[in-house]
Every structure is written in structure tokens, then in C-alpha cells.
């Protein structure tokens, strides 16, 4: 499709993570398989509640706006996706994610080196925004400008300080705090990333004035991010990257009703942005992923499920086709990997369809190696 949409708006990318291993047999669910009841007496769901796709699997009871969604055919589920050698921890394996590198530590995020592709020379601070504190390693890449927004309604490093004058002495004193007498390359980093910032802030300010719309956003964190990535997308200031997550779905105990709350918020946020960008005439410009760093064990563990492999992501859109994409993990004893489901999706094969079908980029570089597509995007 290209890099640039059918409305003349660019494609964008927009990512939700789910951190903490989401349990990804409680959020896409084999209705028929009897291992699926056995293993999980404790956690488990009766087909009756499932929201069934295609009688074979159905989706967690919570997540009606995602059903909604997947009926228009706007819905991508990938099963069983992961990576060789799977790692159950959760900073090793988001890292891994985060790079597109399993078996070494890598220094740039492969989203970093997106942002790279798309804006060589750094001339847009806004090419990609996180929405929510910190800098995910997916987004670090040297040399690559990226705003972090916590709240986008006071986001800005003093951004009511409008005389330029006053606000030149302000970064002067911050990076004489953190650079200290002599310290010229560090004064100047500081002052180049604080005007960055505050180029960015005062762009992401006129967001929300000029925003409006019918859609009601649930009070809840990741609903709010994803309202906030509406106005950035919608005041076309040259984001194409918005990174968001939400967490925690480290559900070792009392799994079922956290989890239910998060996956439902989830679905509801996701739902409520999407009805967004349909009103506001991006729906196929814009690419919604879903993904977690790993997926949880098949048999419980009495009210809670511990670290697994083989999860599953989502990837959302107008430009989406729509469908189960790769086979369900078999949950037979014979087919367990060390007592989890085995990946049948390398999640680079994703990273590909995205890379080189939505934004119009060579993947290769950036996935470090060659993975056949699902081929997920129309043509």
C-alpha cells in the first residue's frame, strides 16, 4: 500500500503493550479443546461465555469491542507468535520484542530505526511520540528525537514560559544542575534536547484545542492515551509512530478478575480509538498492533497462570485483511514446550508485513534478517 494513505494522509503505527505477559489462552480461547479445560480448572472459561470467531476459537467474554471490530473484518489475530528459544523473563523477552534481536543485546529499537528511515535527517521531534512515562527500548535509536507524553493536557517542559528569553534561561540553568562547570558537550546536549522538547511541547499543545469529537473515552489510563494519540494523529503535525501501553498482566494469582478488568479496558479503549479514527477519515492510514512480550503457561497454577511462551498479538486497521493468521498451538502434553505453547509465528514476520507493506521501508536492516510474511496488509 505504500507509505501514503488513500485520504492523503501518511500511514502511521500505532502500538499498544501489554506488559506483564498477557495470558494469551485467556484472550483468544480453543472453545473444543478439551486439554485447554483440563490443564486450567482454576482459570478457565465455559465456551458458552466465549465470543466465538469462527467455531473453533473465541475471544475472552471482555472483549465485545474487539468482536465488533473483527465482524467489520478489520481484525488481524496471530497466533502462537514469539521467537525461537524462548525467555521467560520479562525484561529479557520485551527486549527482545523491542529490537527485533533474540539472541544478542542490541543497541537501537527497531521502531528507533523506523523513525530513522522515515525522518533521516531528525527534522520533525513529533515523528514519534510514547504516550506514558519513560522511553520504551522499541523507540531508542541514536540520533532519533522521540517526545515522551505522560498527559498530553500538561505536557511540556514549562511550556506556560512563553518568552523565548526566559525560557533560554531556564534550560541555561538546567544544564548548569546537570552539566556542571566546564561540561560544554553535555550543556549543549541538554540544550538542544530541551529546545527539542519544547519545540515538541509547543507543537503537542495546539492538539488538543483543535480537537473534537462525538467519541466518549472511558476514564481509565489506557483509554486516555489512546484519546491523546487521537488529537496528535488528528492535528497532522507528522507523528507516524504513537506507542502506548498498558499493564500489569503479570497474573500469577487471582488471575480471572484482573485480568478480565485489563483485557476489557483494553478492547474498550482500542474500540472507542478506532470509532475515533473512523469519524476523523483515517481508518486506512492508520495500523493499530497489540502484543505482549510472552503469553503464560498452559496448566494453572491454582488462581493464576506463571511465564509462558508463545502469545498472541493483534494488528487492527482499514488496511488490515482481517482473519486467524497462523495454526493454534496444540495444548496436548506431546506438543508442550517445557509445559507452555511453542510459537508458530516468528513475531519478525509481523515487523516485516508492517516495515515493508504499511510504511513502505526495507525490513530487512531493521528485523536483522529475512522472514517470510503473513501478509496481513491489502495490496
Do not use: C
Not at 505504500?2 to 483468544?28: C, E, P, R, W, Y
Not at 514469539?82 to 525467555?87: D, E, H, I, K, T
Not at 475515533?276 to 497489540?290: F, K, L, P, Q, S
Request: glycine share 12%; no cysteine.
Amino acid at each position: 500500500m505504500g507509505s501514503n494513505g488513500s485520504n492523503g494522509h501518511s500511514k502511521s503505527l500505532v502500538f499498544v503493550q501489554l506488559t506483564g505477559g498477557n495470558d494469551a489462552l485467556n484472550t483468544v480461547v480453543p472453545i473444543n479443546d478439551e486439554h485447554y479445560y483440563n490443564f486450567r480448572p482454576a482459570v478457565q472459561f465455559h465456551p458458552e461465555d466465549l465470543l466465538e470467531l469462527d467455531g473453533n476459537i473465541g475471544l475472552n467474554p471482555n472483549m465485545t469491542a474487539m468482536k465488533r471490530l473483527w465482524d467489520e473484518g478489520k481484525v488481524a489475530i496471530i497466533n502462537g507468535i514469539g521467537y525461537p528459544n524462548p525467555n521467560r523473563s520479562h525484561f529479557r523477552s520485551m527486549d527482545i520484542w523491542h529490537t527485533a534481536e533474540p539472541t544478542k543485546v542490541a543497541t537501537e529499537g527497531w521502531l528507533g530505526q523506523l523513525t530513522r528511515d522515515l525522518d533521516p535527517k531528525g527534522e520533525n521531534v513529533l515523528t514519534a511520540v510514547n504516550f506514558g512515562r519513560g522511553l520504551p527500548r522499541a523507540l531508542s535509536a541514536q540520533g532519533v528525537p522521540v517526545a515522551s507524553v505522560g498527559d498530553l493536557a500538561t505536557y511540556g517542559l514549562y511550556p506556560d514560559i512563553r518568552d523565548e528569553t526566559i525560557r533560554n534561561q531556564t534550560l541555561d540553568m538546567f544544564s548548569q544542575m546537570y552539566g556542571g562547570s566546564g561540561k560544554d558537550a553535555v550543556k549543549e546536549f541538554i540544550q538542544q534536547t530541551g529546545r527539542g522538547v519544547m519545540q515538541g511541547a509547543d507543537i503537542l499543545g495546539t492538539a488538543p484545542r483543535n480537537y473534537s469529537s462525538s467519541i466518549e473515552y472511558a476514564d481509565t489510563s489506557i483509554a486516555q492515551s489512546l484519546k491523546d494519540a487521537a488529537q496528535v494523529m488528528f492535528a497532522d503535525i507528522g507523528t507516524r509512530i504513537f506507542y502506548t501501553g498498558q499493564g500489569s498482566y503479570d497474573t500469577h494469582a487471582g488471575e480471572v478478575p484482573m485480568h478480565q478488568k485489563l483485557i476489557g479496558e483494553m478492547s474498550n479503549a482500542v474500540g472507542d480509538f478506532w470509532d475515533d479514527v473512523e469519524e476523523h477519515g483515517y481508518e486506512n492510514d492508520t495500523a493499530v498492533v497489540i502484543f505482549s512480550e510472552f503469553g503464560r503457561r498452559i496448566k494453572d497454577n491454582g488462581s493464576g497462570t506463571d511465564h509462558g511462551s508463545g502469545g498472541v498479538a493483534f494488528v487492527i486497521g482499514g488496511g488490515v485483511k482481517g482473519g486467524l493468521y497462523g495454526d493454534f498451538p496444540s495444548l496436548a502434553p506431546e506438543d508442550q514446550l517445557e509445559g507452555d505453547m511453542h510459537f508458530n509465528n516468528d513475531f519478525r514476520s509481523v515487523y516485516t508485513d508492517l516495515l515493508e507493506d504499511w510504511m513502505g521501508v526495507d525490513a530487512k536492516p531493521i528485523t536483522n534478517g529475512t522472514f517470510e510474511k503473513l501478509d496481513i496488509i491489502k495490496k
